[in-house]
């Protein structure tokens, strides 16, 4: 699965804020160090909270807009309590499971009934599916509880998928399967 994480960073010469930011590190301390080295900035930043989640830019920029109006314009300087900062953090990330969970449901309940006559056409449902979402094809395919390639080939219309593990995917991602004879 392809992380991101949120962190949260304090200077002790820069007190009541908090900056905010988004790394693909999965340990924010790289990052830090970083910033810490930056030109004219005195001393270190220090990790006060960090939350590892499945790769989704829109969490960074979904917190920024939540704490608008504490932001130190142009930066992502927040004039905010570092408690009240990683509660931000953590509901938002919350809500990002929850509502990329309800965009995949919607989507499928959305699509009217198609006849399928192959498995080219079962996976390019997948794919489409699948896009409606902002996780990875990776991500995907780690929720539904199948490899990478698989999801891929099915994808991609491979005739020889496994049955199995193709209603595997088609269950987590919510899409029915009707017969009629």
């Known amino acids: 699965m392809e992380t991101t994480t949120i962190y949260i960073i304090t200077h002790q010469?820069?007190?009541g804020l908090v900056k905010i930011g988004m790394t693909s590190f999965k340990d924010a301390s790289k990052r830090i160090a970083e910033l810490s080295s930056a030109t004219?900035?005195?001393g270190s930043f220090d990790l006060s909270y960090q939350v590892v989640t499945e790769k989704n830019e829109y969490i960074?920029?979904?917190v920024h807009h939540r704490l608008k109006k504490d932001r130190v314009k142009g930066t992502e300087f927040f004039k905010v309590g570092l408690n009240e900062a990683i509660r931000v953090v953590?509901?938002?990330?919350?809500n990002s499971k929850?509502?990329?969970e309800e965009v995949?449901?919607?989507?499928?309940?959305?699509?009217e009934a198609i006849v399928v006559n192959s498995v080219e056409e079962i996976g390019?449902?997948?794919?489409e599916t699948r896009k409606c979402s902002p996780k990875t094809q990776l991500g995907v395919a780690e929720t539904c509880g199948v490899g990478h390639r698989f999801l891929r080939e099915l994808e991609n219309g491979k005739e020889t998928v496994q049955m199995g593990k193709v209603?595997?995917?088609?269950?987590a991602m919510g899409i029915k399967v009707y017969i009629t004879i």
């Open 13 to 15: 010469y820069m007190p």
């Open 40 to 42: 004219g900035v005195p």
């Open 60 to 62: 960074e920029s979904q």
């Open 90 to 94: 953590n509901e938002t990330v919350e």
């Open 98 to 100: 929850k509502k990329l």
């Open 104 to 111: 995949l449901k919607e989507e499928v309940h959305r699509r």
């Open 124 to 127: 390019k449902q997948v794919r």
């Open 167 to 171: 209603f595997d995917v088609l269950n």
